[in-house]
């Protein structure tokens, strides 16, 4: 059983930045970010590979947040630079065992969420 514990949510206005950090129990795996926005479905935004060698974000967000990762402190990051306000959403942090998944059900383990409200 892996636990991921998320942290670095907030508010913050269009166009500013945020950092999100994902302590995780055990770091061999390949990990991620979900995210999900009232009323809608839950969306990748981000994974990356256990070596942290390859990356993948979504085309939404691509060009503003980034993703990494420091298996030395267990703990992955996500850069989200410019920020919208339809970047608003509870962020999951995820790890599972496939190569570059996209999809919700690709991953083993989820966190609790951190929130993240952007104001216009």
């Known amino acids: 059983q892996v636990q991921l514990v998320e942290s670095g949510g907030g508010l913050v206005q269009a166009g500013g930045s945020l950092r999100l950090s994902c302590a995780a129990s055990?770091?061999?795996?390949?990990m991620g970010w979900f995210r999900q926005a009232p009323g809608k479905e839950r969306e990748f935004v981000g994974s990356?590979?256990?070596?942290?060698?390859?990356?993948d974000v979504a085309d939404s967000v691509k060009g503003r947040f980034s993703i990494s990762r420091d298996n030395a402190k267990k703990t992955l990051y996500l850069q989200m630079n410019s920020l919208k306000p339809e970047d608003t959403a509870v962020y999951y942090c995820?790890?599972?065992?496939?190569?570059?998944?996209?999809?919700?059900?690709?991953?083993?383990?989820w966190g609790q969420g951190t929130q993240v409200t952007v104001s216009s």
């Open positions: 995820v790890a599972g065992t496939r190569y570059k998944a996209t999809m919700a059900n690709d991953y083993d383990y």
């Open positions: 990356i590979t256990w070596s942290g060698g390859t990356t």
């Open positions: 055990e770091p061999r795996y390949a």
